[in-house]
């Protein structure tokens, strides 16, 4: 691979895909790669772990075996990303690779989004949590039980998109 994926993913503007799509496509024509996307992570520039994020998903929503031995150290140094791109992704990773979790990944990346749905502030964070953990508390009575308090939290928040999914499934929670 003669150009990295950090180069790759870096410039144009924040909110655009950038190369990500085809940083995705030559993943999905050599998973041995994703190591190198992995690292992308570690970039000082902000917008290609946002990419990176991005394009972990697609390749998740394909191959999500590809992704699940990963999950170790998306457990431990992903949860540990202070951007918020990074965390609503990891929401919906977790989502896709439950059925790949052990039961301590599993505990362990619930517990990662109910801190984020009771501390982060991001919008799309606060969406996609309440969304996965609005599911996963379906098999999961303590869960089902925490679950309403935070989200009377924020069923008067601001943010319309928050205040609307927080009353949806406050709800719709037993």
């Given at each position: ?49 946002l990419r990176t994020s991005n394009a972990m ?24 990303l202070d951007q918020a791109s990074a965390q ?13 979790m052990t039961e301590d990944q599993w505990a ?67």
């Amino acid at each position: 691979m003669p150009e990295s994926f950090e180069s790759m993913l870096t410039g144009g503007h924040p909110n655009s895909l950038g190369r990500t799509l085809e940083v995705v496509d030559l993943i999905l024509q050599d998973h041995h790669l994703l190591e190198d996307l992995y690292s992308c992570y570690q970039s000082e520039d902000e917008v290609v772990r946002l990419r990176t994020s991005n394009a972990m998903k697609r390749i998740c929503k394909v191959h999500p075996e590809w992704i699940a031995p990963f999950l170790p150290r998306l457990l431990k140094e992903l949860t540990q990303l202070d951007q918020a791109s990074a965390q609503w992704t990891l929401a919906q990773l977790f989502a896709m690779l439950e059925g790949y979790m052990t039961e301590d990944q599993w505990a362990a990346a619930r517990d990662h989004m109910k801190h984020n749905l009771a501390h982060h502030t991001d919008w799309i964070v606060l969406n996609t949590t309440m969304e996965v953990l609005f599911d996963w508390s379906k098999k999961d009575p303590p869960l089902r039980e925490w679950l309403p308090s935070q989200l009377e939290r924020h069923v008067n928040d601001s943010r319309k998109s928050v205040s609307k999914r927080a009353t949806k499934y406050l709800n719709k929670v037993d």
